[in-house]
């Protein structure tokens, strides 16, 4: 196992009803500024318990964040804290809110030219302002991390940044407020979870025990709850499994002391700034074939999650792999995810070309042993 150092700062406040506690997470004299997306939170009751549980504190409203969080709206929030002298930051909604109320957190104490910079630059972040959250689509894990992303419109830029600073300092998990999602977003935040696990374990053996059986029980909880849920939506029980597995898929601790692997993540980034495709959905396409690009490297971890996660009995390593990658693909299928290029409309040449033009002028090389280089990456894209 590599060394580590590891920190969650978050609270997690978990169940039903959980909205009404965050009256005393929050002090009575800050001055609140509540983001939101498009307006979901308006429909299913989630504003209403929100807005009783800030009763008595000053609070003010910045709707409109985008799925895929754009930077040219969140400078509009920017100017707004600025304005109103905001001192804390309430992200209700699902991983593209959350994302980009952390980035305004950090843009609104940001002392560079162009906050852009944090992303693009990698500035170091070194002042936020507080945020708590609402989390109402369980996938990205962002309720519980420093992590966010980013997208810049006039550029067809997405980019990401971590810091310690964007770490919610609580996080309301309500199973309940989930219900209202539409099918296809809770089929997204079971493949954004399920590849978020992949990318933390799929990669080489360091002898980390715990971190592969705490990975692997989110896998068997995702293949099992997940059908469950998409089905029952109102099954209560099945949906707070989700959400508790997409938490733990990506708030740090199946990642400690192993390698990690997010090439997957950084190419799907990339389809979804050309072609708009939506983030789990580009995962689903890329990550099939790039772990067969990498099976030489990756064939020990994915032969132990074949028969592990899967009950594969094939002895052989390579072979079970295989069938491990091919069962992957089969549970997509079953939650309704489409998992080739053409599926979206996308030509794999043009993605291929683009992708690996811009990694090449980033020099960008990427995966767990920094393998996947601006031409790797067009030939994984040219097979997808
Ligand atoms: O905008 P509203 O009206 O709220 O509607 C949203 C949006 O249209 C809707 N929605 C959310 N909760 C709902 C609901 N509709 C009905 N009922 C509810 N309870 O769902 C749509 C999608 O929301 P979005 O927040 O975009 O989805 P998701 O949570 O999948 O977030 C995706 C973003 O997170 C980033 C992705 O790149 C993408 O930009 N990620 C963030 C990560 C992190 N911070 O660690 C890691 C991930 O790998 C990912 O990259
Ligand atoms: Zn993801």
Sequence with gaps: MENFVFRNPTRIVFGKGSIAQIKDLIGAKERVLVTYGGGSIKKNGVYEQVMAALAGRTVFEFGGIQPNPLYETLLEAVALVKQQKITYLLAVGGGSVLDGTKFIAAAAKYRGKEPWDILAKSAQVKAALPLGAVLTLPATGSESNGFAVISRKSTQEKRAFGSELGFPQF???????????????????????????????????????????QAEAIFKTLIEEGPKTLKDTQNYDARANLVWSATQALNGWIGQGVP?????????????????????????????????????????????????????????????????????????????????????????????????????????????HQAIDAAATGQILLAC
Excluded: C
């Excluded at 069962?327 to 992708?355: E, W």
């Design 260 to 368: 990690q692997d997010w090439s997957t993540h950084m190419i799907g980034h990339e389809l979804t700034a050309f072609y708009g495709v939506d983030h789990a959905e580009s995962l689903a396409v890329v990550m099939p074939v790039l772990f067969r690009h990498e099976m030489p490297r990756k064939q020990a971890k994915l032969a132990q999650y074949a028969r592990r996660v899967w009950g594969v009995a094939e002895t052989d390593d390579a072979k079970a792999a295989e069938m491990g990658l091919v069962k992957t693909v089969d549970f997509y299928h079953s939650l309704g995810m489409k998992t080739t290029l053409a599926d979206y409309g996308i030509s794999p040449q043009d993605a291929a070309k683009k992708v690996s033009e811009r990694f090449a002028s980033r020099a960008s090389k990427i995966g767990e």
């Design 171 to 213: 996080s309301v998990l309500d199973p309940e407020v989930t219900m209202s999602l539409p099918a296809k977003q809770v089929r997204n935040g079971i493949v954004d979870a399920f590849v978020h696990v992949m990318e933390q374990y799929a990669t080489y053996p360091v002898n980390a025990a715990i971190q592969d059986r």
